[in-house]
């Protein structure tokens, strides 16, 4: 099943970057987190095509599709869905909120405010929504892409560090290399995206999240995560580290990117490439800099620091 799945995944991601140019180390950490059963937060300026990419994932996989534009005025209702009175029955109905969908695009979720934010991050948590009393299961391979615009501060709600950690990555996709623009001017990109095929099946997807959680983790390398992840927290540039919920979900990610490369075992070569995009946003850095390149710069130390574990 190993190499088949393997082989599936790479179709998958072929297929979308029929559509996404040169971005494929992104596409293969959205894959990542997908199957590790986390939610993506993208930070980029607007239109470099995440919504586009998230359209193709959901066309590839063949589940549905929602879109929700966060506005400073969006309800939780909005996003969770509203109980009705029905007269004629006499009874409360409930009408489903766009969150009930398997991928939902939510786009530029710093401008709504925290009441609302917070909304969503607690269906993304617990996987279900409760209105009034009754608790409503999401889908099954329900999976979140937020963005964020870094440049335009104004009028935006920044999330706290605790909703951050609800993000498995932090990914930026950033501008497209000049020849893939070229082909994207001279292309149209939405008939791409109408020919995109369906290469995993919902049936496929649960049994590849169960190899996720089969891939094996040796001691060592588990000791060797959480040394990176204690690192971040006595370092002298960090206020916070990562938390505990951030360790468990470094080494999720790191058996997800395993297997999405074929393998059945976590290498330390894993964990550094999944580590960036883990710990970027869950460390609060005393000088408060948000700066992509400060943080980096810091992790960078912290992986050079940390002395890789060797077979004996």
Do not use: C, W
Not at 7 to 33: C, D, W
Not at 144 to 151: K, Y
Not at 220 to 244: C, F
């Amino acid at each position: 099943m190993h190499s088949s799945a393997h082989e599936k995944l790479n179709q998958l991601i072929n297929e979308m970057e029929k559509v996404i140019l040169g971005k494929r180390e992104v596409l293969q950490l959205t894959v990542t987190a997908f199957l590790a059963g986390g939610h993506v937060l993208f930070e980029d300026i607007p239109g470099v095509g995440k919504t586009m990419m998230v359209k193709t994932l959901a066309k590839a996989i063949h589940g549905s599709f929602s879109r929700i534009q966060f506005t400073p005025d969006l309800l939780p209702s909005d996003i969770l869905g509203i109980s009705v009175y029905n007269a004629a029955a006499q009874t409360f109905e409930f009408h489903q909120g766009p969150i009930f969908t398997t991928i939902l695009l939510a786009d530029e979720i710093n401008r709504t405010t925290p009441r609302t934010q917070a909304a969503l991050l607690e269906a993304m948590s617990e996987n279900h929504v409760t209105i009034d009393n009754h608790t409503y299961p999401l889908d099954e391979h329900f999976f979140v892409l937020a963005t964020q615009n870094p440049i335009e501060y104004e009028g935006t709600y920044p999330l706290p560090e605790a909703q951050l950690d609800r993000f498995l990555f932090r990914l930026h996709i950033g501008y497209p290399e000049f020849s893939d623009e070229l082909d994207l001017l001279l292309n149209n990109q939405q008939d791409k995206l109408n020919q995109i095929r369906q290469i995993v099946t919902a049936a496929e997807l649960s049994q590849m999240k169960k190899l996720v959680a089969d891939v094996y983790v040796d001691p060592q390398i588990a000791r060797y995560a959480l040394q990176l992840v204690h690192a971040t927290r006595n370092h002298d540039g960090v206020a916070l580290g990562v938390s505990p919920r951030g360790a468990v979900a470094f080494l999720q990610a790191a058996k997800a990117y395993a297997f999405v490369n074929g393998r059945t075992f976590v290498t330390p070569d894993d964990l550094q490439h999944v580590l960036p995009a883990t710990f970027g946003h869950r460390l609060l850095l005393k000088s408060r800099s948000t700066s992509t390149e400060v943080v980096l710069g810091i992790l960078e130390q912290i992986v050079k620091r940390v002395p890789v574990p060797v077979r004996r």
